[in-house]
C-alpha cells in the first residue's frame, strides 16, 4: 500500500470518526433534553390537574364525584389539558374518561397519597408517558392516571437522525476529495524525489529533485541534491581516476615494450654466441643502458605511488644549504653534459619534506638538462616566502610551445618523444613535481618561450622564518 493511499484512508477515517462521534452526541444529547422538557411539563400539567381535582373534592360533597368529571371535562373542552388520554376512577367505577382506554392498559407502580409515579411507555399508539396518583376523597380512594403523548419527541430524533446521516455522507464525501487532494499536495514531493532517486539509480547522475519550499520536504530536497553533488562528483572523479589508470598502464606497458623487446633480442643474440667482439660489447652495452632505464622507471613508479601517504616527515632546513647540497649531487652530471649548473638561495630556514623535494629539484634540474643539445646554463634560484618558500629553475634550452605546457605534467607524456627516449626519459619526472608540489599544499607554474629556454616556479607551503645569518 502506498504511503499516499495510507494518508487518505487516514485522513477519510479520522474525519469520519471525529464528524460521526460529534454528531452522535448532539443529536442524542438534544434528544436527551428535549425528552426531558416534555417529561417535567406533563408531570406539572399532571399534578396541577391533580392538585385542581383535590381543590374541588375539599370543597364539595366528598361523596359525589360529578363535580370533578365536569371539570375534567371542562379543561379538556377549553383545551387546557395536555394529555393524551385521562382516566378517573372511584374504586371500579370509571368517573371520567378521555380518549381510548387501551392506551391505558399498561400496568403503573400504585404512588403514596398525594404522590404522583410515572412511566414511559412505547406501544402500538406510539411513544407516551403513563402518570398515575391517588386522590383521597373520605374513605374513597380516586385513580388518576393519565397518558401524555412524547411521539413528536422521538419523531424530532428520527427527522434529525436523517439529516444528520445526509450531512454525514456529505460530509464523508468531502473528506475524502478534501484528502485525496491534501495527500496529492504532501506527498507530490515525496514522488518527485522518488522519480529523482530511479533516474540516478538509472544513471542520470545530473538528475536534482530541485524542491524550492521552505518546509521539511524543502531542506530534505536541499541535503538530497547536496549528497547528489557529491556523489556525481566521486563518480566523476572515480571514473577520471580509473581513466588515467588506464592510460598510466597502458603508458607503462607500452613503456616497457621497447627496452624488453630489445634486452630479449640482443641477450638472444648473446646467448647464441656467433658474433665478434665489438657487437658483443654492443650488445651487452645496449642491454646495460636499457636495464639501467627500466630500473629508473620503477624507481620513479614507485615514488608516485608512495606519495599517496597523507602525512609527510617535515624537517627544519636552512636554504642555502640544502640547495648547496643539491648542486653538489647535481653538478658532476651537468658538467659532463656541458652544463654549468647554478644555485643560489637565502640564508633563512625553512620547514620540508627534504627527501622529496630533492626529488622535486632534481627532477627539474634533469628535465631542463634534456632540453638542451650542446650544453647551457640551468640557474636554480631559492627564497623564503611567508609560510613557506619557492624555488625556480630556469634553463635557456629549447624551450617548449604554449600548447605543451598544459600537459607536461601528466604521466608518460613527453613534449618529444624520440628525444626523451633517446635520453632515457619515460615522462614521469615532472608528473611526480607535481604530486610532491601537491603534498606541500603548493603549486607548480611553467613559462616557456620556444628556441629560449623554460621558467618552472615552484612554490611550497610548509613553515618559514627569518634566519640571524
Not at 645496449?286 to 608516485?304: A, M, Q, T
Not at 627532477?363 to 627564497?383: C, E, P, R, T, Y
Request: charged letters at 20%.
Amino acid at each position: 500500500m502506498s504511503y499516499r493511499l495510507k494518508l487518505i484512508i487516514t485522513i477519510s477515517l479520522l474525519i469520519a470518526l471525529s464528524f460521526g462521534i460529534g454528531g452522535t452526541l448532539m443529536v442524542t444529547t438534544s434528544f436527551n433534553a428535549t425528552l426531558e422538557q416534555e417529561i417535567q411539563s406533563a408531570l406539572t400539567t399532571f399534578e396541577n390537574t391533580q392538585r385542581t381535582l383535590s381543590l374541588l373534592n375539599s370543597l364539595g360533597d366528598q361523596s359525589d364525584f360529578t363535580s370533578l368529571a365536569d371539570a375534567l371535562k371542562q379543561m379538556e373542552s377549553q383545551n387546557l389539558s395536555q394529555w393524551q388520554s385521562l382516566s378517573l376512577k372511584a374504586g371500579d367505577t370509571q368517573l371520567f374518561l378521555s380518549g381510548s382506554a387501551d392506551m391505558l392498559e399498561q400496568t403503573v407502580p400504585t404512588p403514596s397519597e398525594n404522590q404522583c409515579t410515572s412511566l414511559p411507555i412505547s406501544d402500538k399508539h406510539g411513544h407516551g408517558l403513563l402518570v398515575k396518583s391517588i386522590i383521597l376523597a373520605g374513605d374513597t380512594e380516586l385513580e388518576v392516571l393519565a397518558r401524555f403523548d412524547l411521539s413528536h419527541v422521538y419523531t424530532l430524533r428520527d427527522t434529525q437522525q436523517q439529516q444528520y446521516l445526509i450531512v454525514y455522507s456529505a460530509v464523508i464525501v468531502f473528506g475524502i476529495v478534501a484528502s485525496i487532494i491534501l495527500s496529492v499536495a504532501l506527498t507530490r514531493h515525496l514522488r518527485r524525489l522518488t522519480v529523482t532517486v530511479r533516474k540516478i539509480s538509472g544513471g542520470d547522475l545530473s538528475r536534482r529533485s530541485q524542491i524550492k519550499t521552505h518546509d521539511e520536504f524543502g531542506q530534505l530536497s536541499r541535503d538530497f541534491d547536496v549528497m547528489a553533488d557529491k556523489l556525481q562528483e566521486s563518480i566523476s572523479k572515480l571514473e577520471s581516476d580509473m581513466q588515467r589508470q588506464e592510460s598510466f598502464m597502458g603508458a607503462f606497458a607500452h613503456e616497457l615494450k621497447t627496452p624488453m623487446t630489445s634486452i630479449i633480442g640482443f641477450a638472444d643474440l648473446l646467448r647464441q654466441g656467433n658474433m665478434d667482439e665489438s657487437t658483443r660489447m654492443m650488445a651487452a652495452e645496449y642491454i646495460f643502458s636499457e636495464g639501467k632505464r627500466l630500473e629508473r622507471l620503477s624507481f620513479k613508479l614507485l615514488e608516485l605511488l608512495l606519495l599517496k601517504k597523507d602525512a609527510l616527515s617535515m624537517s627544519r632546513v636552512w636554504l642555502n644549504t640544502y640547495l648547496g647540497e643539491v648542486e653538489h649531487a647535481l653538478a658532476p652530471n651537468m658538467k659532463a653534459k656541458n652544463i654549468r649548473l647554478v644555485c643560489k638561495a637565502e640564508a633563512k630556514r625553512v620547514i620540508l619534506e627534504t627527501d622529496l623535494v630533492k626529488s622535486l629539484l632534481y627532477n627539474l634540474v634533469d628535465n631542463a638538462s634534456k632540453a638542451m643539445d650542446n650544453g647551457g646554463i640551468i640557474a636554480v634560484h631559492g627564497i623564503a616566502i611567508p609560510g613557506g618558500c619557492q624555488f625556480q629553475v630556469v634553463d635557456n634550452g629549447r624551450g617548449m610551445e604554449p600548447k605543451e605546457l598544459t600537459r607536461i605534467t601528466e604521466a608518460f607524456y613527453r613534449v618529444d618523444k624520440a628525444r626523451s627516449r633517446s635520453q632515457g626519459g619515460a615522462g614521469l619526472g615532472l608528473a611526480l613535481c607535481k604530486q610532491i608540489v601537491e603534498l606541500h599544499n603548493g603549486s607548480i607554474q611553467f613559462a616557456s618561450t620556444p628556441g629560449k629556454g623554460t621558467r618552472v616556479t615552484v612554490t611550497l607551503y610548509g613553515k618559514a622564518g627569518s634566519a640571524d645569518g
